[in-house]
C-alpha cells in the first residue's frame, strides 16, 4: 500500500531533518484505521506507521476457525458497513479483507514495513524512532492494543521437551497437535473453544482455570442487540460490575464466556481440572497433586502488556497506562484507542472501537485548534519596538 507520505515523508530520508507530521498513529489494525478514518473526515493531516506487511495480517494469522462474537451488523468501522449477511459471525480472514479494504477504500496514509522502536519526547514535540528512520509529530495515537507478549510461566522449561507447547498465538488448527492426550491451560473463550475443537479432533482433553461465569443465552436473542447494548452502557467504568470485569481483565484473567456453554465442554468429554501449580517429573502437576500425562499443551493464557518502547512517564507499575477514556494523564497529545475497557466491554472490539477513536479524534481537533489560536494570538500581540535615529 503506498500514499503521500510513503514520497513526501519518507523514513528512509528522515536522518539529516525529521519528517514532521501533525498527527501519527502507531498500529494500522481496526483502531488506528478508525482514528485515521475520523481524522481525515476532519480535514487533519496525519500518517499511520503499521509493523506488518499487509493490512489486516493480524487477523489472518489467527487460528482457522476464529469467528467474531459479533455479527456483521455491529462490527463495523466507522463510514463503512462490514459487508455480506448482516446476521453471520465474521471469520477471522474475513475480517482481514474488511480491514484492508476499508484502508484502501478511506485512501488511508499507511507506511507497511515500519515498526515503532521508540515513542519519546522532546519539549513540546513527540519524536517517534523507527526501524525505517524517525518523525515529529505533534500528536501521537497508540493503537496497537497493549496485549503483544505471549504470557507463559517460566515452570514451563522444566517441562519434558517431548511435550509439545502452543501458545494460541501461534496456534492454527488441531492438526498441530500430535496423537495423545492435550492439557489447556486457560479457560477464558479462547481456552474453551480450543478445547472444545481438540476433543472434536478426536483428543482426550484437560481444561485447566477457573469458572469464568458465561453470558446468559437471553443476552444473545435478537442476534446479540441486548449483548452489544450491555457491553456499551452496562458494562463500563461507570459501573460496578464493568469496574469488575475491567479488574479481573486486567489482571490477566479471562472474560465470561460468550459463544460456548459449560455444557457444551461437558459434552465433548472435556474434563475440567484445577489451576496446574507447576512440574514434577516434567510432567504438568495439579495444585491437588495430581500429575498429568499428556502429550500436548494449549497455553490460551492471553498476552502480557509491552509498552516498554515507550520512554515517557505514563504507566502504571502493572505497566497498563494511565489514561483517562484514552487521553493520557501527564503527557499532552498522547492518546491510546484500542484498549481493553478503554471506556466499556466494547473498547476493544470492531464495531465498538469506532466510539472510542471519535472521543481521541475530538480531543485532537480542540488541541490543534486552541495550539493554532495561541499561535496567533502570540503574533498578533508582537509589536517590534521604533528605533530611534540618533541625536
Known amino acids: 500500500?503506498?500514499?503521500?507520505?510513503?514520497?513526501?515523508?519518507?523514513?528512509?530520508?528522515?536522518?539529516?531533518?525529521?519528517?514532521?507530521?501533525p498527527v501519527i498513529i502507531i498500529g494500522g489494525g481496526q483502531a488506528g484505521l478508525a482514528t485515521g478514518r475520523l481524522l481525515s473526515e476532519s480535514r487533519i493531516e496525519f500518517l499511520i506507521l503499521e509493523a506488518g506487511r499487509r493490512i489486516g495480517d493480524s487477523w489472518r494469522k489467527r487460528w482457522d476457525s476464529l469467528r467474531l462474537f459479533s455479527p456483521a451488523k455491529h462490527s463495523a468501522l466507522p463510514g463503512h458497513p462490514f459487508p455480506g449477511n448482516q446476521s453471520e459471525f465474521p471469520t477471522?480472514?474475513?475480517?482481514?479483507?474488511?480491514?484492508?479494504?476499508?484502508?484502501?477504500?478511506?485512501?488511508?496514509?499507511?507506511?507497511?514495513?515500519t515498526k515503532v522502536k521508540a515513542l519519546e519526547r522532546v519539549n513540546e514535540t513527540?519524536?517517534?524512532?523507527?526501524?525505517?528512520g524517525c518523525f515529529e509529530a505533534d500528536n501521537v495515537v497508540v493503537a496497537t492494543g497493549p496485549y503483544q507478549t505471549p504470557r507463559i510461566p517460566s515452570w514451563?522449561?522444566?517441562?519434558?521437551?517431548?511435550?509439545?507447547?502452543?501458545?494460541?498465538?501461534?496456534?492454527?488448527?488441531?492438526?498441530?497437535l500430535p496423537p495423545g492426550d492435550v492439557l489447556v491451560i486457560g479457560a477464558g473463550n479462547t481456552g474453551a473453544e480450543l478445547a472444545i475443537e481438540a476433543a472434536s479432533a478426536g483428543h482426550r482433553v484437560y481444561l485447566s482455570g477457573r469458572d469464568v461465569g458465561h453470558v446468559p443465552r437471553v443476552a444473545r436473542i435478537a442476534n446479540g442487540v441486548l449483548f452489544w447494548f450491555l457491553t456499551r452502557t452496562l458494562f463500563t467504568l461507570r459501573t460496578p460490575i464493568g469496574r469488575r470485569i475491567h479488574k479481573a481483565l486486567r489482571a490477566g484473567h479471562g472474560g465470561p464466556l460468550v459463544r460456548v456453554r459449560p455444557k457444551d465442554i461437558a459434552v465433548e468429554g472435556i474434563r475440567r481440572v484445577g489451576r496446574v501449580s507447576g512440574t514434577r517429573d516434567r510432567r504438568p502437576v495439579l495444585e491437588n497433586g495430581e500429575v498429568l500425562n499428556v502429550e500436548s499443551i494449549l497455553w490460551c493464557t492471553g498476552f502480557g502488556l509491552d509498552f516498554s518502547w515507550v520512554h515517557l512517564p505514563i504507566l502504571a507499575p502493572d505497566g497498563y497506562p494511565l489514561h483517562d477514556r484514552g487521553r493520557a494523564l501527564s503527557e499532552p497529545g498522547l492518546f491510546f484507542v484500542g484498549l481493553p475497557f478503554q471506556r466499556s466491554l466494547s473498547s476493544s472490539l470492531l464495531g465498538g472501537v469506532g466510539r472510542d477513536a471519535a472521543m481521541?479524534?475530538?480531543?485532537?481537533?480542540?488541541?490543534?485548534?486552541?495550539?493554532?489560536?495561541?499561535?496567533?494570538?502570540?503574533?498578533?500581540?508582537?509589536?517590534?519596538?521604533?528605533?530611534?535615529?540618533a541625536a
Open 92 to 113: 477471522k480472514d474475513q475480517v482481514a479483507d474488511y480491514l484492508e479494504a476499508y484502508a484502501l477504500g478511506s485512501r488511508l496514509p499507511v507506511c507497511l514495513n
Open 126 to 132: 513527540y519524536i517517534v524512532k523507527t526501524n525505517r
Open 1 to 21: 500500500m503506498t500514499s503521500q507520505y510513503n514520497i513526501r515523508y519518507s523514513p528512509d530520508d528522515a536522518t539529516s531533518k525529521l519528517a514532521h507530521v
Open 360 to 389: 481521541v479524534t475530538k480531543w485532537i481537533v480542540e488541541g490543534m485548534k486552541r495550539s493554532t489560536k495561541a499561535t496567533e494570538s502570540q503574533r498578533s500581540s508582537f509589536r517590534p519596538k521604533r528605533l530611534s535615529s
Open 156 to 176: 514451563a522449561s522444566d517441562l519434558n521437551p517431548d511435550i509439545v507447547q502452543i501458545h494460541a498465538g501461534a496456534y492454527k488448527n488441531p492438526r498441530q
